[in-house]
C-alpha cells in the first residue's frame, strides 16, 4: 500500500475534529488569563509588586522545565485500557479547575511576601495540571492522521477554541463583569477584586467542561490509536536519552527556537495589552470588550487561512510571508502614537483604527501559529524513522513548554518594562503621565519588532517540506510491510 493510500484512510469526521479541538478552551483560558489579566490583577488591583509577579511566573516556569518532557515521555509509554493519552486527560480535569479558581481569589490583608508565595506556588500547581492534560490531548494530532494537508486541518481546529476560549471570557470580562462591578468607590470595574473572584468560579467551570468535552468525545478514537511500546525497564537515564535522541534535529531546533521567541514576544504582547488599551489608548472596558470581540473574528481567519496556505504554498514558505505581514503590522499603531502620527484618543478614529489593525494582525499570526504547530506533527514520522519509536507525546510536550515558557518569559519581559518606564503599581485610569505612555510605547516597538523578526530568520532552517513528509510515510509503509 502506498503512503498517500494510508493517508486517505484516516481522516477524521467533522465531529472528532470538534471534540479534539474544544478542549483546548481550557488552555486558551488559562493563557488568557496568564497573558492578559494575571499582571494587571495582581499588580494594579492587589497591589503586589509588578517584579514579584514577574518573579513568581519565572520559578513556576522553571519547574515547569521538569514537567513537560516527563509527562510527554510518560504519555508515549503509558499502558492502560484506555490508551496511552486519556487517562491524563480525565485524571487533569478536577485540579486544574480547583487551581485556576484559587489564583484569582488570594486571601485578603495578606502582606506582599505572602502574597508572592500564593502567586507562585498556584502559577506551579496550574501549569503542572494543564500539562497533564494539554500535552497527551494535543500529542493525539499526529495519530489522528498522516496526511500534510489534514494535520494543518485538525490543528487549525485545536487552535481556533484556544484563541476562542481565552477571547470569550476577556469579552465577558470587559462587557459584562467589569462593568457589573463599577461600584461609587471603584469607577472602572477592572480595578475591583470581586470581579476577578467571579472570573475565577467562571472560568474554572468552563475549564472543567471542555477537558471533559473532549475526552469524551474522542474516546472511540482509543482502539484506532498506536499502542505503546513493549515493557520495559524505564531509568531517568534512559527517559533523557530517547527524549534527547527523538528531538535532535536541525529542524526541530529551528521551530524550537522560532516558536520561543515567538511566545515570548505574545507573552510581552499580551502582558502588556490591557495596559495599553486602559492607559495609552485610554478605552473604556466596552471599547476593551469590543476589540476583543474583533478578535474572535480572528479567529475565523486563522481556522479557514491555515489549512489554504497548506494546501497552496506549503506551511513553511506559508508561515515566512504570513508572519512578516502581521509581525510588521502588529505594534504599527502604536508606533504611529509614538510619533504623533495619530489623532488624540478623544478621535473616534484612534478606536476603530486599533480594532481593524488587532483583528487582521491577530487572525494573521494564529494562522502562524497553526502553521508552525503542523510543521512540529510532521517531525514525528521523520524521528520514527530515525529512533523506531513513536513520540508524538515528547513532541508535544516540547512545543506545551515552549509555549508555557515563552509566554511566561514574556510576561517577565512586559513586567520589566513597566518597572522601567516607571508605571506605578495601582495607578487608575488617566493616572499615568503622557511622558510614560510614551516611554511605554517607544521600549515596546522595537522590543517587539526585534523578536518576531529574529523567529522569523530562524524558522528559515526548517528543511521538512510536503516531498519529505511523503517520503518518510513511504519509508515507514516499507518498514512495516517487511516486518
Sequence with gaps: MSASAVVKATKPSIWTKLAYGFGSVAYGIKDGGFQYLLLLFYAQ???LNAQLVGLAILIALVADALSDPIVGYWSDNFRSKWGRRHPFMYAAAVPVAISYYFLWNPPESWSNAQLFWYVLLLSILIRTFITIYETPSTAL????TQDYDERSSVISFRWFFGWLGGNTMAIAMFILIFPAFVTAAISN?????DAYALYGFIASLVMFGAIMISALGTHHLIPKLRAPPEKRKITPSLMF??????LSSRSFAALFFASLLGFIASGLAGGLNFFFATYFWGFSPQQIGLISLGVTLSTFIGLFLAPYITRTIGKKRGAIIIGLIAFIGSPTPIMLRVFDLLPGNESPFVFWFVLVATTIDVGLIICYQILASSMIADLVEQ?????????????????????KCGVGVGIILASSVLGIVGLQSGAGQGEVSAATLWQLGAVYVPLILALWMTMIAVISMYRLDRAGHEDNLRQLSERTSSD
Design 45 to 47: 488591583v492587589i497591589g
Design 141 to 144: 494530532a499526529p495519530e489522528m
Design 189 to 193: 470595574g477592572q480595578f475591583n477584586r
Design 241 to 246: 536519552r530517547e527524549i534527547f535522541e527523538t
Design 383 to 403: 524521528a520514527e524513522l530515525k529512533t523506531g519509536r513513536r513520540s508524538e507525546g515528547i513532541f508535544f510536550a516540547a512545543t506545551t513548554f515552549i509555549r
